[in-house]
């Protein structure tokens, strides 16, 4: 993808400004999670191949990176490649891999400067070389930041995760490291690539597609969902402080009676 072909992109991409405020901090989630989705059918809808879509997609990441960072939310989770992904034509998952990797090579400095830490939800040997030094540096170079938590997850799959998690407790117990009544959701939420982060609070997914997708399954529990039918490059900040309205304005109960 040229210079030129991404300022078109950049101009293709809904601007619009919000009359609304971001709710006060105590409202918002301090855990997002975004199911980017709706890249392809935003090119083809302009007979832009596939792949300008993932491009103008970027753009919209850059600039939701930038707003969450500054609205102060603790962790935000991207969905960036499943493992179903790898069902699509290969010319499609090599350029969505190239473009991955292009992306955080050339935001990493800004994103280090930021005080983002990045951390990586999902398995990278399945990834060519460069692609994995490329992110393994990123999260090395971030690792002491204490800034906007960016977990990007990539061959990530719900429920393999936990399948990985069931194994590294079955293997304590074998071993004698912990005791089978000591299972409990603290110990698996430690097993996840999550460990430590809190449980998503909002789940965002663009594009009108309704469903997880094996998306942080364990995570979710409890989070609160917003189905935002615009396709993921024209999600910008404006429809970010929508979303954090909406989600300020729901009553969470977690099991219990009505609390407003
Ligand atoms: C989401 O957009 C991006 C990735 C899966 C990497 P899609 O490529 O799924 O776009 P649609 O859903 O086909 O429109
Ligand atoms: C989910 O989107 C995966 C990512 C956004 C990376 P998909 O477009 O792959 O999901 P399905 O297959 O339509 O549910
Ligand atoms: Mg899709």
């Known amino acids: 993808m040229n210079a030129d072909a991404m300022n078109i992109f950049k101009f293709l991409r809904k601007k619009h ?6 709710p006060p901090l105590e409202k918002r989630p301090r ?12 090119a083809q ?5 596939r792949s300008a879509g993932h491009a103008a997609g970027t753009e919209a990441l850059r600039e939701i990176i930038k707003a969450c960072d500054e609205f102060k939310i603790e962790v935000m989770s991207i969905y960036a490649f499943s493992t179903e992904n790898w069902n699509r034509p290969q010319e499609e998952v090599s350029a969505l891999m190239k473009l991955i990797t292009k992306y955080f090579v050339s935001e990493i400095d800004e994103l280090h400067e930021k005080g983002v830490k990045i951390k990586i939800l999902g398995e990278l040997e399945k990834f060519p070389e460069e692609q994995r ?20 997850a990539l061959n990530y799959g719900g429920r393999a995760e936990i399948v990985r998690a069931a194994k590294a407790i079955s293997g304590k117990c074998v071993s004698g490291e912990m005791d089978v009544d000591k299972i409990d959701y603290d110990a698996l939420s430690n097993e996840m690539y999550t460990s ?11 594009s009108g597609d309704k469903r997880l997708s094996n998306f942080l399954l364990w995570q979710t529990w ?5 189905f935002n039918p615009v396709f993921w490059p024209d999600y910008n900040r404006a429809e970010l402080i929508k979303d954090l309205n909406e989600y300020a304005a729901r009553d969470r109960r977690f099991g219990r009676v009505k609390t407003k």
């Open 196 to 206: 430590g982060d809190p449980d998503v609070d909002l789940l965002i997914r663009t």
């Open 17 to 22: 400004t919000s009359a609304l405020a971001v």
């Open 45 to 49: 809808k302009r007979s832009l191949p």
């Open 133 to 152: 030094l490329a992110l393994e540096k990123a999260m090395e170079k971030t690792k002491d930041n204490k800034g906007l938590k960016l977990n990007i």
């Open 31 to 42: 855990h997002i999670a975004f199911i980017m989705d709706g890249n392809g059918r935003w």
């Open 222 to 226: 409890y989070a609160e969902i917003i």
